[in-house]
């Protein structure tokens, strides 16, 4: 599984980053990046929790 940003979407308030700071990182500029091409199988449950939880449904997976 792979992540996809929408960064039309995203407002940079960091909920991702806090469930899995080890995927999701803000910038300086507060923009968003991620750590992994892949998901790696034992972050994918905190990674689906950050995906149902953002706010502005700027997270997916495919
Ligand atoms: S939770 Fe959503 S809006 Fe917030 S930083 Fe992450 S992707 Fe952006």
Known sequence: MRI????DQ????????GI???V???DDED???L???Q???DRLADVET????????ALRLE
Do not use: R, S
């Open 24 to 26: 999701f990182e803000l």
């Open 35 to 37: 750590t992994v091409a």
């Open 50 to 57: 950050a995906v149902a939880q953002c706010p502005k449904a």
């Open 39 to 41: 998901v790696p199988a």
């Open 4 to 7: 996809v940003v929408d960064h």
């Open 10 to 17: 995203c407002e940079a308030n960091g909920i991702c980053v």
């Open 20 to 22: 899995a700071p080890d």
């Open 31 to 33: 923009v968003l990046h």
